[in-house]
């Protein structure tokens, strides 16, 4: 894997050399459904390309990558709803599925499609597994109202409660490849914080603070390289994208928004350092979100990513994870109305340039923004 210092010195190569515009080179691929049709939504890729999310009549879904439509319905527990939520570089899936019961338990699932699903034990869901295969989530009969997990992968029951900040509930939301594992947890007050868990012990989970004098934060994603984003209420009562102090140090990094809206909320970091997300202003409305890959400094140069495809016909609403490859999927609305999964993929110069502080540069090039 390439080091920060190794992708530093390429982008200013690139940026003294590349000649032209970069802003024409993105795509969206429509990724589909599963029959007999119904909305879709991407929510996580690995570095190989393979896409995982939740389509069709409620059921998890490994999507073709060309948008050709070879989508694989990937089963239950023998109910009849499913979702996938984070797939890693081995093609390991993890997310929920009903049982016969009716019951959602966390599982992970046969990629195959062949139904050979396998129950992680209890009422809950699976968010995050990591390339060795450690899986993170929540427990309890609503993932916002339960225990943060480590998942025992087997299936065998053995599973570990996460604990909290002094509260009664937590989350688990993110894994890296160093087994840290971030979220949210209730303090003592019962305010969500954002919290990074300390497998060993949880009397040492870090709380990792708020921003601008705000109650409430969350993290959602955590790179390779320890890097933490979530969201947090300012002390106007909006939600901010941010990136938190690892340390619990309180230098929390606003990420801001774009112009005309009020709330942010990033969805993922990779190991590059690129953030995407969302902003909106009403959370019930999906008309009004719109995809967003956030300027990592907090200097404000956010990029619209709908600006990236103006031509497409497709409203970009929520963008949920980026590989490291700068492929970023998640859902929105295409030209037909339908509300499906999509990927945007740049051109290999572009992924360079957005890495690491090329962003201002991309902006002002094209004109990006609102």
């Known amino acids: 894997m390439k080091t920060q210092k190794t992708i530093l010195c390429a982008t200013l190569v ?31 890729i690995n570095d190989n390309g393979q896409i995982v999310g939740g389509a069709g ?15 694989r319905d990937l089963g239950t527990l023998g109910g009849p709803g499913s979702w996938a939520g984070s797939i890693n570089n081995s093609g390991q899936i993890v997310g929920w599925a009903h049982k016969s019961s009716g019951e959602g338990h966390a599982c992970l699932f046969d ?7 396998t129950d992680l034990g209890v009422v809950g869901c699976a968010y995050s597994i990591n390339n060795s295969g450690q899986i993170v989530g929540s427990v309890g009969e609503a993932p916002s109202y339960g225990r943060a997990c480590l998942f025992d992968k087997t299936g065998g029951g053995a599973n570990k409660d996460l604990g909290t900040l002094g509260g009664s509930y937590s989350y688990a939301g993110s894994i890296n490849d160093h087994g840290q594992i971030v979220g949210w947890a209730w303090n003592s007050s019962g305010y969500d ?22 109650n409430y934060s969350s993290a959602s994603s955590i790179n390779d390289y320890g890097q933490i984003v979530g969201s947090a209420t300012n002390s106007d009562g909006y939600y901010r994208a941010c990136i938190f102090d690892a340390t619990g140090g309180g230098a929390n990094i606003d990420l801001g928004t774009l112009f005309g809206y009020n709330n942010s909320g990033p969805s ?9 997300g969302s902003v909106y202003n009403d959370a019930h409305n999906f008309n009004t979100f719109r995809a967003c890959l956030f300027d990592p400094t907090g200097g404000g ?22 590989s490291n490859n700068g492929w970023i999927v998640g859902y929105g609305i295409n030209p037909d109305g339908q509300t ?18 090329g962003l201002a540069l991309l902006r002002r090039k094209c004109g990006y923004g609102a």
């Not at 956010?302 to 949920?320: C, E, H, M, Q």
Request: hydrophobic share 45%.
């Open 268 to 276: 993922s970091i990779n190991d590059h350092g690129q953030i995407v």
């Open 111 to 117: 990629k195959t499609g062949g139904g050979v699903n």
């Open 193 to 214: 914080r954002a919290c990074l868990f300390d497998l060993t012990n949880p009397l040492n989970n870090r709380n990792l603070g708020i921003v601008d004098g705000g």
């Open 57 to 71: 009549q409620q059921r998890a879904c490994l999507f073709d990558a060309t948008g050709g439509g070879a989508n």
């Open 14 to 44: 690139l940026l003294f050399v590349l000649a032209g515009p970069v802003c024409a080179y993105w795509n969206v691929i429509d990724l589909g459904t599963l029959p007999p049709g119904g909305n879709s939504g991407a929510m996580s």
């Open 340 to 357: 499906h999964a999509f990927l945007l993929t740049p051109e290999p110069a572009t992924v360079v340039i957005m890495g690491l502080g």
């Open 301 to 322: 140069a956010n990029i619209n990513l709908n600006t990236l495809v103006p031509s497409s016909g497709w409203n970009l609403g929520v963008a949920f994870d980026i």
